[in-house]
């Protein structure tokens, strides 16, 4: 086997290895999941903003 044909698998592999490692540490973390708590509870009050036409917006 070529050894450089040898390197470009290894690399391929931890590179693989690497951004499977990464990803699942993003996915677990829980500034992840509070930051999806924030963006639901955003969608919910932009809801209730729009069904509720009698809150006053003025500027002073």
Request: aromatic share 8%.
């Amino acid at each position: 086997m070529d050894p450089i044909f040898f390197t470009i698998i290894i690399m391929v592999v931890f590179l693989f290895l690497l951004s499977f490692i990464i990803r699942d540490s993003i996915n677990s973390s829980k500034l992840t999941k509070q930051v999806e708590m924030l963006n639901t509870e955003i969608q919910m009050l932009r809801k209730e903003i729009k069904e509720n036409k009698h809150i006053v917006d003025k500027r002073v």
